[in-house]
């Protein structure tokens, strides 16, 4: 006879999926459909079947330790052939940013980040903060001649230790939510005596290898294109990273004042300067297409996309605005208008400390989880054997009235 276990509905989690967009859960009737389309769920106990009925049971235990929420990719194919409409894709975003505030360190810093209404003051912050410390530096005030960035953010301890003491926070942060998650996944997906296992440290490399060429991502049939501009993306903003920390190295350690390339220098370091200053334009150009195209696919091809909730549209939005920022900065010093240059340079810095201060309680924390995810399930054994061909959409079908639930 099989073990009865007593189950224990959490309807605050319930209504925190519905909140994030996953209010169609209710609709679900489990005839299975999504998981038999989804071409990256492995047939041991395939997702997102029963992420749909533990969703709509509010079994949060089983959910923050579920790495299959973090192997979806939300492509949509689930969606469009629910033949209830009920958008499993949609349902597991919900779950994932459910997950991630119950994972975050601290957790109301995650919640208050997914308010509408809390969200402008802390999108604020990081601006008053940078804004009073230049203050009493004495350095938010007019320049007059050349443009020099740093007669804005002075290269001192305290402000290029403020932004690593934001990346640091949220490194930790990040890596306490992860240690959670995957004390929560040995808890519900202990290894299989028979499984295929995978040493952890080559697991990650596996993993990390899959999320650079997202070729799972490709796997996906109905929303396929997204799949381009994610990697554009982030490419993006790898090479920003990347280009900030050259040139800060050049100037602190081997004493190569900006702008890059200088011409004033030993041949390796302007030929330094000049490998910078391309990736740093392919990176806005990354950052800002890529976010543009997100953005523009979300607004246009919902059918394919699928809803947005606000964890989405504030993350991307923030995203968007950096790269913008960012890209303006170095047109308007270009243009050696001042007046111009230091207000939009300031308000870049303001969003890129927003960014790296909160990575690990927005939309950004997939970068800790998914890739946390898919090293355990590679781990484990828990793959798809074969990725199977994407089947076609069926026929546009009328819509189920809102009232059906």
């Known amino acids: ?70 192997l979806c990719h939300h492509c949509g194919d689930c969606t469009v052939h629910c033949p209830r409409g009920a958008k499993p894709g949609e349902t597991l975003q919900a779950v994932r940013a459910s997950v991630i505030s119950e994972l975050s360190f601290p957790k109301v810093l995650a919640e208050a980040l997914n308010r509408p209404k809390l969200f402008p003051a802390l999108l604020l912050m990081p601006m008053l903060l940078l804004g009073v410390t230049m203050w009493e530096a004495g350095t938010l005030k007019a320049h007059p001649g050349p443009i020099v ?19 640091g926070w949220s490194v930790i942060a990040g890596g306490v939510g992860v240690y959670r998650q995957w004390s929560h996944m040995k808890r519900m997906y202990p290894p299989a005596a028979d499984a295929k296992t995978l040493p952890v440290g080559a697991a990650l490399v596996q993993a990390l290898k899959e999320l650079t060429l997202h070729s799972r991502f490709k796997s996906c049939g109905q929303n396929n294109a997204r799949a381009y501009a994610h990697m554009l993306t982030i490419f993006g903003f ?133 890739t946390a995810a898919m090293t355990y399930a590679l781990h484990i054994g828990r793959t798809v054997e074969e990725v199977c061909p994407a089947l076609p959409a069926p026929p546009t079908r009328q819509a189920l009235p809102q009232h059906i639930s």
């Open 1 to 70: 006879m099989s073990k009865i276990e007593r189950v224990q509905p959490d309807l605050k989690f319930v209504q925190k999926i519905v909140d994030n967009g996953g209010g169609s859960v209710k609709r679900c009737f489990q005839c299975a459909t999504c998981s038999v389309v989804c071409t990256l769920s492995p047939k041991d106990k395939p997702f997102p079947r029963k992420e749909m009925l533990w969703a709509q049971w509010g079994l949060k235990d089983r959910l923050i330790g579920d790495p299959d929420i973090w």
């Open 149 to 167: 960035w740093g007669n804005l953010l002075p290269h001192s301890v305290f402000f290029e230790g403020m932004f690593m003491l934001l990346m």
């Open 238 to 370: 790898v090479a920003a990273m990347v280009t900030a920390g050259g040139a800060a190295i050049l100037e602190k350690a081997f004493h190569i004042p900006p702008p890059l390339p200088n011409p004033d220098v030993v041949p390796w370091a302007y030929w330094a300067g000049v490998f910078f200053k391309v990736l740093g334009i392919l990176g806005a150009v990354g950052l800002l297409g890529g976010s543009a195209w997100l953005i523009n696919r979300r607004m246009t091809n919902q059918d394919e996309v699928g809803d947005s909730s606000f964890f989405d549209w504030a993350f991307l939005g923030v995203l968007f605005a950096t790269g913008l920022t960012g890209s303006l900065t170095y047109l308007v010093r270009l243009s050696d208008n001042a007046a111009l240059a230091y207000p939009v340079y300031f308000v870049h810095l303001s969003l890129v400390a927003f960014l790296l201060s909160t990575i690990a309680y927005t939309k950004f924390a997939h970068v800790f989880y998914r």
